[in-house]
């Protein structure tokens, strides 16, 4: 029997496999098409402080082997969250996480401190690298004074798992995890989108509403990789993989690269029974490699 | 208990209706779970490589004894061409039953329903499963030539048929909503239901808004998930922005912005 339980920080992952943020709505949605329990935890779709409606339709564009989205994180807010939906999922038996989006620094700490108060949510994916929104978003995420800022801030009053999740749209993203390790954040996840673009040429009109968009899928990958595997060897506190996985293959990858769990993300859009999937594979992979626990696959690249 | 499901079907018939529409119908490996007019199921084209998402595809027909369901599909772009190319006997990955379905009429109710392109499939559909007497249901089809038509005479049980064709090839010359259903006494039915391109989905909207008579149409806005977590398929709505693959593909018009 392989160990598959792996511990960022305080959080205990029953599994490596989670689902990537803007890809499980609430996680209710999921469990549509299966038990809840059966994965290591659900990143929640991005929330807000007050209801946004998001980007104008339409927001999605099909790319080779990827796709590109401009949502813009449409939600309802953290209250609607907290009266309907919290109370539907708080006996799921897996990690939720919530990822939390601000436009202000006194956004991120006012959110930050409802969900606090929330004892199923043990941590937070403090989201500073969405392309999509006009204000806030990925601008605190691509620069370091500004991802110290908002880390620091938040860090002061939240004392559960505090993950942040990463642009990849910098020039030195080892630069940014550094930055805010120094911080005190206990983990970083990475990568969000790609900035990209399409265009309909025949109508030369661009394919998203918002004209430019966030990348993500398979056409990623090599440079999620590459990220990780950096970001891994540049700071001590555990990073949380993903950038286009889509089999168990791809997500050994990213853990042999250095990531302690991983997300699935567009992949579920495909397939939205693949977190299992992979699962089964990388049991079947510790097996096969005579290793006990992800914990000896984590980080275990051979150079 | 799963409600949607992931699942290998083997393709059992692949048949051309006509130059650009086939009917493909496939055999599902477990049983079927109840699956209504308006509800769509989302396929995996292996053959084509160049495209990376599924592609939604109305049901057409379901039969619970046999396990099949069968779609109609319309060569438009590179998904929807390759699977029209698909052999008998070959697998096809269906996420299903998604989507919610078209309001069921009462048994008073006198219904027109309206389809063009490749929306006649959830219409057939709706005509087959309302239940009505064929003097409550009238159906009208809209195309740009009668080659362009899809072959809906086994329907004649269920419906009265109509046709209109943009070149007066087959049926009235004009587009549906020009057609003498529309243009007489559209009081006369008590809903309206249509699927078909956004044009002749608001022509008819706006029909049936004029006579104020109820009217249910299926849109069909770009989708990634096709179960409601990419939030991408949105349609502003009077309650906001709705997902059109999980609060759709059906509205009444009322609810639309339209
Ligand atoms: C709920 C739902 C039910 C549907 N039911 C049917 C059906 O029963 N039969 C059928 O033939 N088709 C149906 N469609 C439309 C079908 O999904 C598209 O024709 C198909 O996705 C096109 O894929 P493609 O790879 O061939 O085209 P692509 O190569 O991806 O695109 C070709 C062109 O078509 C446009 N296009 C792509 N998808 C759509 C779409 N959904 N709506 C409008 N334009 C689009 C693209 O923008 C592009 O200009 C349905 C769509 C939805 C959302
Ligand atoms: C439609 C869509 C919506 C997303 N929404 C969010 C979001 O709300 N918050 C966030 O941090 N990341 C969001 N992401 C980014 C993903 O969580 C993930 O970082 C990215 O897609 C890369 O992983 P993938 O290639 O496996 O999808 C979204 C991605 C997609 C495709
Ligand atoms: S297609 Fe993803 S939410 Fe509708």
Redesign the interface.
Known sequence: MVDLKVKVHNLEFKNPITLAS????FAR??T???DPSLVGGFFL?GTTLKNR??NA????A??????L?A?GL?NKGIDYFIENIYPEIIDYDTQLIINVNGSTVEDYIALTEKVNELDKIQGIELNISCPNVKEGGMAFGVSCPSAEMVTREVRKVYDKTLIVKLSPNVTSITDIAQAVEGQGADAVSLVNTFLGMAIEAETRKPKLSTITGGLS??AIKPIALRMVWQVANAVKIPVIGMGGIMNAADAIEFMLAGASVVQVG?A??????VALQIIDGVKEYLERHNMNSVEELIGSLQL | MPKKFVAEFVVVENRALNATNFLIKVKAPTLLPEIKPGQFVNVEIHEATDIFLRRPFSVFEVDYEDNTLSMIVKILGKGSGKLTEIKVGSKLSLVYPLGKSFTYPDKDDKILLVGGGSGVAPMLFLAKESGLPISQVDLILGARTSQDHVNVEDYAKYASLHYASEDGSLGEKGFVTQHSVFTTNLKNYTKIYACGPDGMMRAVAKHAKDAEVYCEVSLENLMACGFGVCLCCIEPTKNGNQCVCTDGPVFNINELKW
């Open positions: 803007g890809t499980c709505g949605e999921m549509d098409f299966f779709k409606d998001g339709y339409p927001r999605m099909e790319t080779p082997s990827g796709m989205n949502v449409q899928g398979p567009t579920v859009f495909k397939d939205p029974l």
